[in-house]
């Protein structure tokens, strides 16, 4: 039986989700000593671009196996841009729209934007191979040895 669930790397998505635990308790980790220093929303922010760090290369080393550059460090606040929307979203959706409580729906929210989210950070971080393309994050074609059919 294959299927788009057959297709899905759930290794990718343990380490993805494992990362965001980390995450999220490094932003909490950081938050807490900050707002003792500074105003509550400096210290959101800073915590904030922290852990956004901390994520960048916990995703690329551990999740996806790939090795960091400029260009995915840049694109990377995307998927924190897509996972904000998708969650505010989704917590409008059902407290408005289906009566759940406020202090449970940001849970349920997350939970419903993690698809999301694990599939922008991967197109961000695992771009898909082009058929010409060799590189850090690109497979090597199979080498071809002398006297033996390819």
């Known amino acids: 039986m294959r299927g788009p669930a057959a297709a899905l790397p759930w290794g990718q998505v343990v380490r993805f989700t494992a990362v ?3 995450n999220t308790a490094t932003f909490y980790a950081c938050y807490l000593p900050l707002h003792r220093l500074l105003p509550y929303f400096a210290a959101y922010t800073a915590g904030f ?3 956004l760090v901390g994520s960048f290369f916990l995703n690329t080393y551990f999740t996806y196996r790939t090795r960091p550059t400029w260009r995915k460090f840049l694109l990377f ?3 924190q841009a897509t996972n904000y929307a998708v969650q505010s ?4 959706a059902l407290v408005s729209w289906l009566g759940m ?3 449970a729906a940001p849970l349920a929210a997350a939970l419903l934007a993690l698809p999301v989210t694990f599939l922008v950070s991967r197109r961000i971080l695992r771009p898909p191979a082009r058929p010409d393309a060799t590189g850090p994050d690109r497979p090597e074609p199979p080498a071809v040895r002398p006297g033996r059919a390819a």
């Open 20 to 22: 965001g635990v980390v």
């Open 49 to 51: 671009v922290l852990s």
């Open 77 to 79: 606040p995307l998927t």
């Open 89 to 92: 979203a989704g917590l409008v």
């Open 101 to 103: 409580d406020s202090v």
